[in-house]
């Protein structure tokens, strides 16, 4: 049996999230759900004055998770076997791209906040199950790159119909 050390493995598996059943991704998707949608019922998001903050949240989870999938991701595939359901680090990643694209007219009430944030959620998870191209494409690829890319396009898709969702709105 493949060993990898225990805080390869707390990455890749977004703190064990990964073992969850059913649905091992919609697990690992929820961390940064819970980290963002507080932020922005206190005003720390889209259109207001600590943007930023949120921004660099996201975006260093989103690195920390990412580079986990591309450094760690042949040793997880190794254990596990191809693009394996224990690894939800991608889903983490992921779902902080759609959460980063959430428009500022999307946040401007509670009621409104809570539904953008639960758009990001559904439409990532939408998009990261049915992996529309390029998404399903990407799995093709061996190792990490081909754990994680999938779920780039699939928060980016998702982010980008949360922009048109907004637009028509």
């Given at each position: 049996m493949i060993t990898m050390s225990r805080p390869s493995e707390?990455?890749?598996?977004?703190?064990?999230l990964g073992y969850m059943r059913p649905a091992s991704?919609?697990?690992?998707?929820l961390p940064p759900i819970i980290i963002a949608y507080p932020m922005l019922l206190l005003g720390i998001g889209p259109g207001h004055d600590l943007a930023?903050?949120?921004y660099l949240?996201?975006?260093l989870i989103f690195?920390?998770?990412?580079g986990a999938c591309v450094l760690l991701g042949?040793?997880?595939?190794?254990k596990w076997g191809k693009d394996p359901s224990e690894v939800v680090a991608d889903e983490t990643a992921g779902q902080c791209l759609t959460l980063m694209m959430i428009p500022a007219g999307m946040c401007s009430c509670t009621l409104t906040t809570m539904g953008?944030?639960?758009?990001?959620?559904?439409?990532?998870?939408?998009?990261d199950i049915?992996?529309?191209w390029p998404a399903g494409a990407m799995q093709k690829i061996a190792g990490g790159w081909g754990i994680l890319l999938d779920d780039i396009f699939a928060g980016i898709m998702a982010g980008i119909a949360l922009i048109i969702l907004n637009v028509i709105n």
């Open positions: 707390m990455l890749l598996t977004t703190g064990g991704g919609t697990w690992g998707s930023w903050v949120y949240v996201l975006a690195i920390i998770y990412s042949h040793e997880a595939e190794a953008a944030v639960m758009g990001a959620f559904f439409l990532f998870r939408g998009f049915l992996k529309p």
